[in-house]
């Protein structure tokens, strides 16, 4: 009997990181929370919700994020969950780099905000949510950089949104980086 729970607990201990990744294949579904650009790429369907949202969010429907954008000076802010602006880049869509961080796993809740952002591709679209207004992104570039590398937040000459977070899965060795320029 013991022998018999010893093998659950270490047989749960040893998926529980990747549970997500096996309930997103059984349960994923696209949905677009607000009319508009967005809803459009994906054939319009969207809900009864028509203005954009009050608060500034991040919307990326294939990996279904819909998630309000925390300002602070301490990404910190994150620690449960949500996504974070980088108080250095930029605070206007229309302008130069908005950098988005969140946590891919979390120790508390595994399911972190980034947790699937290695299921974008290029060409996935998002979008930012800003003072009332919707910036449409697609997914232009998808690379790994090491932990130490900065450059992904430098102040760019175009509308640019970049996302990023760890990987590998639980482990904060390297980012994942994704890039998206403005749809016009």
Same mark, same amino acid.
């Given at each position: 009997?013991?022998?018999?729970l010893v093998?659950?607990?270490?047989l ?9 990744n ?15 650009k967005l809803?459009?790429?994906?054939? @319009? =369907? ?7 949202? $009050? &608060?500034?969010?991040?919307?990326i429907?294939? #990996? ?11 990404i910190?802010v ?23 961080i969140?946590?891919r ?10 947790y ?6 290029v @060409? =996935? ?7 009332? $207004? &919707? ?6 570039q #998808?690379k790994?950089?090491d ?9 760019t ?8 977070t ?6 904060g ?12």
């Amino acid at each position: 009997m013991l022998g018999m729970l010893v093998i659950v607990l270490g047989l749960y201990i040893s998926i529980s990181p990747f549970l997500p990744n096996i309930l997103y294949f059984f349960h994923h579904k696209t949905v677009v929370p607000y009319s508009g650009k967005l809803a459009s790429y994906y054939g @319009g =369907s969207s809900n009864k919700n028509t203005a954009p949202p $009050a &608060e500034n969010r991040l919307v990326i429907p294939d #990996i279904n994020i819909n998630e309000k954008i925390l300002e602070s000076d301490s990404i910190r802010v994150i620690d449960h969950n949500g996504v974070w602006r980088r108080p250095a880049t930029s605070n206007d869509p229309k302008k130069g780099n908005m950098v988005i961080i969140g946590h891919r796993y979390l120790y508390t809740n595994p399911y972190g905000t980034f947790y699937h952002l290695d299921k974008l591709k290029v @060409g =996935s679209k998002m979008a930012i949510y800003w003072d009332k $207004a &919707e910036h449409v992104y697609q997914v232009s570039q #998808i690379k790994v950089t090491d932990s130490h590398q900065t450059e992904v937040e430098a102040p760019t000459k175009t509308p640019q949104l970049t996302l990023y977070t760890c990987t590998p899965l639980i482990s904060g060795k390297d980012r994942l980086v994704i890039i998206a320029t403005e749809i016009k």
